[in-house]
């Protein structure tokens, strides 16, 4: 199979996407529905994120690319510990065939807690990344196979998983960063890997309450090792990291504000060096996400 050319990545996938949290906890019709509708608002790719108590992702993405007729569906990510290599090739290679190459697998070596929490021990995460590609690099598939190989994106923020997924994959999902980590991922990739931050938003122009909204967030990620360690590597203090974030952090990390303010967001992780931003409407349950993109839509798409 050959590789999809990261210019043809960029167009397929837009500059702005859409990431959600609550989508694999929904019924499968609701999830079909607003896969369907997100894709009627006009974003052309849509991430979803893989947790112990959700819906398994490939599965997931057979839902919702089975919803959709053009949205690519993009995993974000799949926890490399709940499936073996062996496992996630044969479902990407099974899912990108079926649906025309709408499927884009993020991978990620996850968090110690939720690693343990699933009956594993959390290995020394550069190696472990790279001894699993090695072996999905290594699968033989037999069925018809996609027209391209199905791209791969690591959910990589210190240098060196950055590193991993500019020399081995299509390029970099990071999560949970601000602007500065964007600029930062961009210059270890290079201009030829693909950059896709997903971004939080808040669509509330009250500073209180969207900062409340944001620290129910926060407050659950900055207890994650990697996430912290990251924060602190870009400059954050322990001051900082504490509470559910400063109103620094939380306004670096989480964009809140009208359509207006969380477009101007999105551009400057664009100027900084993204090709595509996921934005993640911080929400409740998956309507209240979808009246926040309804909202942003016309704002985030007219370009």
């Given at each position: 199979m050959s590789e999809i050319t990261i210019t043809a990545l960029r167009e397929q996938l837009g500059s702005v996407g859409v990431w959600s949290s609550k989508i694999g906890g929904a019924s499968a019709t609701a999830e079909r529905a607003a896969a369907a509708e997100i894709e009627s608002l006009g974003f052309r790719t849509l991430w979803f994120g893989e947790a112990a108590d959700n819906k398994e992702a490939f599965v997931n993405a057979s839902i919702l690319l089975q919803a959709t007729s053009s949205l690519t569906v993009a995993t974000g990510i799949a926890n490399i510990y709940a499936r073996d290599p062996l496992a996630a090739e044969l479902g990407a290679n099974a899912l990108g065939e079926a649906y025309g190459g709408r499927f884009v697998l993020g991978l990620g070596v996850s968090h110690a807690p939720m690693v343990a929490s699933r009956g594993h021990d959390y290995a020394a995460p550069v190696r472990t990344m790279r001894e699993y590609l090695d072996a999905m690099d290594s699968v033989s598939y037999t069925?018809?196979?996609?027209?391209?190989?199905?791209?791969?994106?690591?959910?990589?923020?210190?240098?060196?998983?950055?590193?991993?997924?500019?020399?081995?994959?299509?390029?970099?999902?990071?999560?949970?960063?601000?602007?500065?980590?964007?600029?930062r991922?961009?210059?270890?990739?290079?201009?030829?890997?693909?950059?896709?931050?997903?971004?939080?938003?808040?669509?509330?122009?009250?500073?209180?309450?969207?900062?409340?909204?944001?620290?129910?967030?926060?407050?659950?990620?900055?207890?994650?090792?990697?996430?912290?360690?990251?924060?602190?590597?870009?400059?954050?203090?322990?001051?900082?990291l504490a509470g559910g974030g400063s109103d620094r952090l939380v306004d670096d990390i989480v964009v809140w504000g009208d359509a207006a303010a969380i477009r101007e967001r999105v551009d400057a992780h664009l100027r900084a060096g993204a090709d595509h931003v996921a934005v993640q409407p911080l929400a409740a349950d998956l309507e209240s996400q979808l009246g926040q993109l309804r909202a942003l839509a016309p704002v985030l798409l007219a370009r």
């Amino acid at each position: 199979m050959s590789e999809i050319t990261i210019t043809a990545l960029r167009e397929q996938l837009g500059s702005v996407g859409v990431w959600s949290s609550k989508i694999g906890g929904a019924s499968a019709t609701a999830e079909r529905a607003a896969a369907a509708e997100i894709e009627s608002l006009g974003f052309r790719t849509l991430w979803f994120g893989e947790a112990a108590d959700n819906k398994e992702a490939f599965v997931n993405a057979s839902i919702l690319l089975q919803a959709t007729s053009s949205l690519t569906v993009a995993t974000g990510i799949a926890n490399i510990y709940a499936r073996d290599p062996l496992a996630a090739e044969l479902g990407a290679n099974a899912l990108g065939e079926a649906y025309g190459g709408r499927f884009v697998l993020g991978l990620g070596v996850s968090h110690a807690p939720m690693v343990a929490s699933r009956g594993h021990d959390y290995a020394a995460p550069v190696r472990t990344m790279r001894e699993y590609l090695d072996a999905m690099d290594s699968v033989s598939y037999t069925p018809p196979a996609p027209g391209f190989a199905v791209p791969r994106v690591l959910a990589a923020l210190r240098p060196r998983m950055l590193e991993l997924a500019r020399d081995r994959t299509a390029g970099a999902h990071p999560y949970f960063v601000p602007v500065e980590h964007t600029e930062r991922a961009r210059a270890i990739l290079g201009p030829d890997r693909l950059l896709a931050p997903e971004l939080m938003v808040v669509l509330e122009t009250d500073a209180a309450r969207a900062r409340a909204v944001a620290r129910e967030t926060t407050t659950r990620y900055l207890a994650m090792p990697n996430y912290a360690n990251n924060l602190r590597e870009l400059g954050y203090t322990e001051e900082d990291l504490a509470g559910g974030g400063s109103d620094r952090l939380v306004d670096d990390i989480v964009v809140w504000g009208d359509a207006a303010a969380i477009r101007e967001r999105v551009d400057a992780h664009l100027r900084a060096g993204a090709d595509h931003v996921a934005v993640q409407p911080l929400a409740a349950d998956l309507e209240s996400q979808l009246g926040q993109l309804r909202a942003l839509a016309p704002v985030l798409l007219a370009r």
